[in-house]
Every structure is written in C-alpha cells, then in structure tokens.
C-alpha cells in the first residue's frame, strides 16, 4: 500500500494513501476535537469541529473527510483553527439549553468538554431556541431534542450498526431534527431499543432512562463483564455506585461487540433487583416454604441427599445444572455430582 | 453467508446486525426459513420451507450441485470419506420431489445452489430451527455434507455455525456439565480419563455414562430416581411436554433447586437455595465461537453467597471439602484437567478474553477449527433421507404450531426486568391472515390453543410473518406455558425434544 508522508503540527506522520488528516493525527497521538466523527461510522463531515489549517488551502477543511495528500502541512490547533472552533461552539450553545448543573450528561458531555476546551464563556448570538420537550414514555430511552446539536451519530448507528433504519433528519432549516418515521414517539416506532444511538451521543440528547437522577457519571464504578443473555457473548461495562448497579455502558473495542448491544443486554440487568428475587434459603414444611438459614438447609440437603444414597446407591439422584451459569459453577455441579454423589447423572439444557 | 433455522436478529441480536450489516455490503444472503422473518426480508433469497424438511432442502442442493459439477472435489479427495454413499443418497431428490416437499420453487433451487457452491466463502448459520427436531442430529449432519461437500470449511469466513442459545451452553459442555464426559469432552467411559481425574479428585469415578434429562424425568416417572439437584433452570417452563415434566418432579422424594426466583420448578422442591447473579460473581462465560471471556463481580451477592461458594459449602457438608478462594483457583483446577482450556487463565483473558482449544499459555487461541484435518481426521459424509415431523397437522388439530424466541425476552430471566415486563409481558401468538378469517379472530383476541398434551389461552397477533397453517408461539410466559403443548417426540441421539413442530387445534375465546 502507498504510503503518504505529511507533516501535523510539526511533526513528521506516514500513513497509507486514503487515510484521512484526523486519523492521521490521531497515530500521531494529536486528538483533534470533533463531535459528528466516530471511527465506526460512516464519514459525515457536519459538525465542523475538526477544522485544521493546510498550507495552501484557502478554507479550513473538516479533517474527518480531509485525505492526506503528499507533502501536506497541516496545523490543528493554530489561531485560525481555534477561533473557528470557538465560533462553532458559541453558534452551538446559541440553540442549547444551559442546564448543564442538572443535565444526566453531566461530566461525560463532549459539547460541554469542547467548550471548557476552548473556553466558551459567554454566547454572542441570541435567536430563537427549540422547544421540543423531553419524550420519556418509554422505559429505556430519554429523548430531548433541545439537546440534540444535529451530529447524526444516531442515525448512522440506527442504520450502520443495528440496521434499523428507524431514524433520520426530518423537516428542514432550523427545524431540522433527528425524528422516527412520521416523527412518532420511540414505542410507537419500529425502534429495538437497542440502545446503540445512546452509547453514541456526545450531548444529553439521548439517555438511559434507568440512570435518571441517580449518578453523575464521574461517580460510577464499571465493571466490565459478559451479559447473561444468549450465546453471543457481548461485553459491558456495570455502572455501580454505592455497591448498587445504576445502568449498563459500552465502549469501543472489545472482540464481540464494540458498543452495540440489544435491548436484553442494555436495559435487562434490572432483573437482577427485581422484588421477586430468593435472598435466603427455604424450606418446605408440610406442604409450605418456610424462610431457613443457609445452615439449616444446607443440613436438610447432605443429610437427605446421604439417605437416598445409602438406600437406593448413586443412581438414584441426579442434576441439572445450568447454561446459565458459570464456567466455574458448572464445574463444581460436575464435580460434586461425580465426586460426592457417584453417579455420572449430570445434565444440562444443551440439547433443549 | 447461508442461514437455516436462526433467527438471528431476534435470538442472538447483535450477531445478527453484523450479518445485516455484511448483506448490506454486499455479502450474498440466503435465508431457509419457515417465517418471514427479518433477515429474509434482507435477503437475496428467502427459502420459505415447510417446517420440518430441512434434510431434504440440503439433499436437493446437494444433488443439484453434484449434478452440475459444482462440488469440491480436491477437498472431497483430501478431506472427506465416503462421498459415493451420499451421491447415491441425494440422487433421488431431485428439483422436482424436494420442491414438492419442501415449497420451495425449482429455480430457486437451482440458485441458492449455484450461489452456495460457487462462493468462494461461504457460511452456514444453524440454531435450533435445524437441532429442535426428531431428526435433529440428522439436519445437523446434512448441514455439514453440504459444507464438505463444497469445501466451505477451515478457512476464515467459511465453516458450519451452529449460534449457541444461552449465555454459556458452550461453557456448560466444555465443563463437563453433560452424563457422558468430564471436562473438554474427556469420556467418562475411557479408563484412562477416568484414572486422570479420579488422581486429582482423589476418589474412585463411575465407569458408566449417565442419564440425559429426558431420562431423569422417565427415571423419576418410573420410580428409579428419587432425587434431584436443579441449579439454574426451569425445565417446568423450557422442557418440551410440560405435564409429563411435572409429574416426574412430584414422584420425586427430594428435590433441591437453586435460583434466582421462585420458578414453577422450584414450587416442587423440597429445599430452594437462593442463586446469586452474573452481576454478584467472578467467573467466566464461554460463548458460541468458543472465547472464554470474564464475569466480574460488580456487587454483593444478595443471598450472601456467590454460587460457587454454596456449592462448596455443600460439598463440605456432605463430607467432601473444597477450599478454593476465588472463582480464579477453580478455574485454573479445571484448566489443569482440560487440554483444550490448559493455556486459558484469568491473566490472559483479561482483556479480550480466548478461544480454545489453547492448550498452552503461550498459544493464540484458535479462531477457527479443522484447518488441516477433523477432529476423527477425515470428515465423514452421512447418507441421509427425509424423516417427517413425528405429529403433523391433520383433521382434529389441523394447525403446525412451531415455537421459539423473541427479541425482548430471553428465556425465563428477562421477565423479571421492570422495563422489559412492563411493555412486552403477554404472548402473541402469530397466526397467518387467511386462517384468522376463517376463525374469525382478529389481532388482540384470545384464543384457546389445545394439542394432545395440554391447552392454553394466548392473544394473537394475525401476521404473515407466518404461513396459512402455521402458528407460531414463544415460550417466555407464564401465563401461556407453550410447552403444555409441544410435542414430546426427541432426537434419538441427543434427546432433543422436537420443538419446532407439533399438531393443534385453535379457537376463539369470548370476553377479554
């Protein structure tokens, strides 16, 4: 493959022909600030933020759909570029709630990062703002359009990554904006409720509605594991506060899945605090479960289970132990079943 | 990429959208499905089968690729066996017989079969549209003739790929959760496996194999087995013929289950011990391309132990201590005793997790089997004929119900989430237009769904997803235990029971 030598801030960069300036940049450990830009994406080019300064061009190209060229010179943080990027942002917040003290997106908000970034204080421009309202009649996904800066990260995850196909810009101008078809509510649509637009968007447009009010995202411990639900083998990450799980992320990377997931994985877990789960053993007495400590019925269990060994042998018991459970589960259930039982009667749900 | 009896998009999501995905850009798809499901809509060619002729679909590709030339000789010579018996096997179904049998048209035939044999690569998907049946094994079989036959196997992006359904069946069977096998499939029957792990358990081990579960609930029904340990399951709820299921559970003289969840299965037992989550244990999954990947404890277990600690607490009870400390000691016990997780350790997979068989620390993991040989070395080619569904529609019970999985549930623990109860928590049985006018029922109605087993009351949904004399069920509520209807016919072999077709009959219920 040809490979094409350019210069970014200085510094010497070789990439493969193709490549475009903001990934060149970012082998070369420069991150370029960009909103609409994700590497799993198509390339879209609408949010501006990545503007960089070449030599010889007289505009500052978007450096998300910029490809290198031979001998290109490239500045990414020079004052043109900075003071474009500033007007950007300031064009942006013009038409974006401030709400940031209460807003969920709070300490993991890319908009609000950019212009800490290039110190947004004040904005200039004062014009009529949207007033959409928040859809939150379903229990996964909160909408507010007022939070939406129009990147399309959404859309294109709908449509590339779970290929859906459920949204798209509707409307025109001003009033453009990221709508089902006929611009139903989410329930309403052929929406899965994957989720995927909500793992993508870098403002307070779309949420989780199971973490509402009960995190700032910089307080949240995660955990990254594999989701309980059919064979695929997603990674996630649980988001834990105070020994309890507040919702489900994902990340980029990872061999499975990158940040897709289904409705299952992302908005499933709560069964996990469902009212109906066991917290101590049970013991049935004369017909009724009786509440037991785990001593009493781990007594009731050997000293039964050793009685119908004595009486009918090992071949009189069996189990069944679950593909639902752990690697290691199941290899204890096996071992104790041949070990301590005798009997090679241990089954599991793999053929049905 | 050829899918036959997977829903991917449903039952294994995200697998699906990377397969919509790769049709979207340009990959070739052909979809052999009873339903109109989403995939076929994405399709290059939707099979619309009957269900329950799967076998003779491959055998009429496969004749039709002989007949043509089209098949892989090099690797028939190099890799296979036995190959004259299946010539002579596929010879009889002929376009013409297996399009009768099976609906689908000739020339579709002719280019699914075309396509599939002149790709250079090709994928088969199967789940349990193909495994859910009495000659379930023998769908399996024929899946893997067919990709012998054209070569489609051992190299990236080709081979036969059965999704696996639960989070870790894959990693329930390596583990040697099965009556027949230690861990990696070490037979229990081959005196030197046995001697191997009766050293390191230090106790003499049963010789013979044991009983699979359709077995334990005939023993149970018959008197022989008195007691049960069931962890993590619903067998009351997903075993095929619920009635008979229960009725061996109640001839049982004890009867322990661990769950999360008061289940109908645990409302027979005589002591319920509470079973801690994904999200309150370390541990590993094993998924359906066989990665080993970690589960990590996010929270307390709530009923104050994780599973692998009350397990051994019941060990040391009845006599046989176990002193592991962490999820991680009995996870390298067991690596030790399996030559194909003996590379694996929680080091390793911290980060992306490994495919086996890796038999070293220093080897790769194996991305895709039988590169240069079989796991019996030469992959041997299986004559095998049509066998109908064990009950078929007839007068008295003229619907085929067939039954599987939605998208918002998965089997018996989403039910239990807020969210997903809240809007998906009844059954809709699918029924075709034209049979829902003749019986006069609209979507939203009940009916009454009986078969010779048992009967229920579902709401419908009228859909052409399905085809006039199908209906099609889930098997995720309560209130509509589908499995009172399905049949109790299985596999020979595996015992599966056959799921996916059974005879019932179907009307309307007044009131709400």
């Known amino acids: 493959m040809d490979l094409i030598r350019i210069k970014i801030d200085g510094r010497d960069v070789e990439v493969p022909a193709g490549t475009t300036v903001l990934e060149a940049a970012e082998q070369a450990g420069i991150h370029i600030p960009r909103l609409c830009h994700d590497p799993e994406l198509s390339r879209f080019g609408a949010c501006r933020l990545c503007v960089v300064e070449i030599e010889g061009m007289r505009n500052l190209p978007a450096s998300c759909v910029t490809a290198v060229a031979s001998g290109m010179v490239v500045w990414t943080e020079s004052p043109p570029v900075t003071e474009a990027r500033k007007t950007i942002l300031e064009l942006l917040m013009a038409n974006h709630p401030q709400d940031c003290l209460t807003c969920e997106k709070m300490g993991d908000c890319r908009l609000a990062d950019y212009c800490y970034r290039y110190g947004v204080k004040e904005i200039p421009y004062k014009g009529k703002t949207h007033a959409y309202g928040v859809e939150e009649d379903n229990p996964f996904i909160v909408r507010d359009a007022d939070k939406c800066i129009l990147c399309g990260k959404c859309v294109r995850a709908c449509a590339e990554i779970t290929g859906k196909d459920n949204l798209d810009f509707a409307y025109r101008g001003f009033d453009t904006k990221v709508a089902t078809f006929g611009d139903s509510p989410l329930l309403e649509s052929d929406c899965v409720f994957c989720g995927s637009c909500v793992a993508v968007c870098p403002t307070g447009a779309l949420m989780e509605k199971q973490m509402q009010g009960r995190a700032r995202r910089y307080e949240l411990k995660r955990v990254k594991t594999t989701c309980p639900f059919c064979g695929t083998g997603c990674n996630f990450e649980l988001c834990v506060k105070e020994g309890k799980i507040m919702g489900v992320t994902t990340k980029s990377g990872g061999a499975v899945n990158g940040r897709s997931l289904c409705i299952k994985g992302r908005f499933g877990w709560d069964f996990v605090y469902s009212e109906k789960r066991l917290d101590t053993p049970y013991i049935k007495k004369n017909g009724k479960m009786e509440p037991a400590t785990w001593d009493e019925a781990l007594n009731v269990i050997a000293g039964r289970l050793g009685e119908i060994k004595q009486k009918y042998g090992p071949g009189a018991f069996a189990a069944l132990s679950s593909a639902r459970c752990t690697n290691e589960e199941n290899y204890l259930v096996q071992k104790l079943v041949r070990v301590v039982m005798g009997t090679n009667n241990v089954d599991h749900c793999a053929r049905t | ?512």
């Open chain 2, 1 to 512: 990429m050829f899918l036959i009896g997977t829903n991917t998009t449903e039952a294994h999501p995200v697998a699906g959208y990377k397969m919509r995905k790769a049709a979207r850009r340009g990959a070739k798809l052909i979809v052999a499905d009873p339903r109109r499901i989403e995939l076929a809509e994405e399709a290059d060619h939707w099979l619309r089968i009957q269900p329950g002729t799967d076998i003779p679909l491959l055998n009429g590709l496969m004749h039709i690729i002989i007949k043509e030339g089209l098949h892989n000789q090099s690797f028939i010579e190099e890799r296979t066996e036995n190959f004259e018996a299946l010539r002579e096997t596929v010879e009889k179904y002929t376009p013409d017989y297996v399009s009768r049998l099976t609906g689908v048209p000739v020339e579709d035939l002719y280019t699914v079969a075309r396509l599939y044999a002149t790709t250079d690569r090709a994928m088969l998907f199967y789940t349990l549209g193909i495994t859910e049946h009495i000659c379930g094994t023998n769908n399996v079989m024929s899946v893997a003739n067919l990709a012998m036959l054209t070569g489609h196997l051992g190299r990236p992006g080709t081979g036969v790929n059965p999704i696996r359904g639960q989070n870790n069946v894959q990693g329930a069977c390596d583990m040697g959760a099965l009556p027949n096998v230690y861990t990696g499939y070490q037979k229990v029957t081959d005196p030197a496996s046995r001697a191997k792990f009766e050293k390191a358990w230090g106790v003499p081990l049963p010789g013979e194999a044991g009983l699979m579960i359709p077995e334990m609930f005939e023993a149970a029904h018959h008197g022989e087995l008195k007691a049960m340990y069931i962890l993590g399951e619903n067998p009351v709820l997903t075993d095929p013929d619920s009635n008979h299921i229960r009725a061996g559970l109640e001839k049982l003289e004890f009867l322990v289950v661990q769950e999360l969840f008061m289940t109908e299965t645990a409302e027979y037992a005589d002591v319920v011990l509470p079973a801690a989550s994904f999200a309150e244990t370390d541990g590993t999954f094993t998924n359906t391309e066989r990665r080993v990947q970690r589960v990590r404890q996010a929270i307390d277990p709530l009923p104050g132990m994780a599973n692998w600690q009350s397990i051994m607490a019941l060990g040391d009870r009845m006599g046989y201590p176990m002193n592991y400390r962490s999820a991680e000691e009995i996870f390298n016990e067991m690596a030790s005793l399996t030559p194909s997780y003996a590379g694996i350790s929680y080091a390793r997979i911290e980060d992306k997790g490994l495919q086996w068989p890796c038999p070293s620390a220093d080897h790769p993991g194996t991305p895709y089997l039988h590169a240069s040989s079989f796991t019996r070395g030469k992959g041997l080619f299986q004559s095998i004929d049509h066998i109908p569904p064990a009950e078929l529609p007839d007068r008295e019970y003229p619907f085929l119900l067939s039954t599987g999985r939605i998208l918002y549930h998965y089997n018996v623990t989403t039910p239990y989430s807020a969210g997903i109860q809240s809007i998906w928590s009844k059954e809709f049985a699918e029924v075709n237009p034209y049979d829902a006018e003749r019986l006069g029922v609209e979507s939203g109605d009940r009916v009454m769904v009986a078969s010779r087993r048992g009967e229920l009351t579902t709401r419908i949904g009228v859909t052409d997803r399905v085809p006039p004399g199908m209906i099609w069920m889930s098997f995720h509520y309560k209130d509509s235990p589908t499995n009172a209807l399905t049949s109790n016919a299985v596999d020979p072999v595996t015992k599966t029971g056959e799921y996916k077709v059974c005879a019932v009959k179907m009307q309307k219920v007044a009131g709400e």
